[in-house]
C-alpha cells in the first residue's frame, strides 16, 4: 500500500479525534491569530478549500466568505464536517481526490489548504499545484497553514526517506499504530514551491504553525 493511501486510511480511522489536537494549551495564542488571519483574508471571496478534514477551518472562514466549496477524499471526515452547523447556502462539501481536482463550472478567487502541505510527498508539490491553481482565477489569493516541528510538542519524526520525505508514528485510541508521511518544510522551500506561479509571497512562521500566502499569476 503506498503512503497516500495508508494516510487516507488512517484519517478515516482518526476522523472522531482530528480536532483534539486544536485543543493543545500551549498552541492557543497561534491559534488564534490563524484564525483571525484566515478570517480577515478571505472576506467576501469565494474559496476553494482543499483537505478541509472535519471542517475545523470551513467552519471558520464560513463567518466571512461569501461562499466556500471544501474538498477531502474521506466521506468519514466529510460526515463530521456536514455535522457542524454551518450556513449551507454558501457551505457545500464535496469529495475530491487532491491530486485530481475537477472541473468545476466556475474558478474561484481564494484557495485554502490548512494542514495539508505536510502530507504531500516533495516530489508531487508541483504536479498539486499545477492542480490546485487550476481551480482558481488568476490573482487568487492562496493561503496554506501548517506544522512547524516543536520539541516536546510535536510527534517525533521517526524516519526519513531517500526523498527527503520524514514519517512519524502515530497511535489512534484502539492502540493501532500507523506510519504518517509529515514534512516541516523551510522557509526557502516554501518560497522556491511557488517560484514563477506567484506575486507577493508571504511567508511566517509563528512558534507552532506556518503560514505561506500569495496572490496567483
Same mark, same amino acid.
Given at each position: ?74 466521506? !468519514? +471526515? &466529510? ?11 454558501? %457551505?457545500?462539501?464535496?469529495?475530491? =481526490? $487532491? ?79 500507523? !506510519? +504518517? &508521511? ?11 514551491? %511557488?517560484?514563477?506561479?506567484?506575486? =507577493? $509571497? ?16
Amino acid at each position: 500500500m503506498s503512503i497516500e493511501s495508508s494516510m487516507v486510511s488512517y484519517y478515516a480511522e482518526r476522523a472522531q479525534e482530528y480536532e483534539r489536537i486544536y485543543h493543545k494549551l500551549e498552541r492557543q495564542d497561534d491559534l488564534r491569530r490563524l484564525r483571525e488571519f484566515v478570517e480577515r483574508t478571505f472576506a467576501d471571496a469565494h474559496v476553494f478549500e482543499v483537505a478541509c478534514g472535519t471542517g475545523y477551518w470551513t467552519e471558520i472562514v464560513a463567518h466571512t466568505v461569501a461562499s466556500v466549496v471544501a474538498t477531502d477524499i474521506n466521506e !468519514e +471526515v &466529510l460526515a463530521v464536517a456536514r455535522s457542524k452547523t454551518m450556513d449551507t447556502g454558501k %457551505v457545500e462539501f464535496r469529495r475530491e =481526490d $487532491a491530486y485530481k481536482l475537477p472541473v468545476l463550472p466556475r474558478r474561484f478567487d481564494a484557495g485554502l489548504a490548512a494542514f495539508w502541505w505536510s502530507h504531500i510527498p516533495q516530489v508531487r508539490i508541483p504536479g498539486f499545484l499545477a492542480g490546485f491553481h487550476r481551480v482558481l482565477v488568476p490573482g487568487a489569493q492562496v493561503v496554506f497553514i501548517d506544522n512547524v516541528y516543536v520539541e516536546g510538542s510535536s510527534t517525533p519524526v521517526s524516519r526519513t526517506d531517500a526523498h527527503g520525505d520524514t514519517y512519524q508514528t502515530r497511535r489512534l485510541d484502539d492502540g493501532s499504530k500507523h !506510519e +504518517v &508521511l509529515k514534512n516541516f518544510p523551510t522557509e526557502h522551500a516554501l518560497r522556491a514551491a %511557488v517560484d514563477g506561479l506567484a506575486t =507577493d $509571497a508571504q511567508v511566517e512562521f509563528l512558534k507552532y504553525y506556518w503560514v505561506l500566502s500569495y496572490c496567483l499569476l
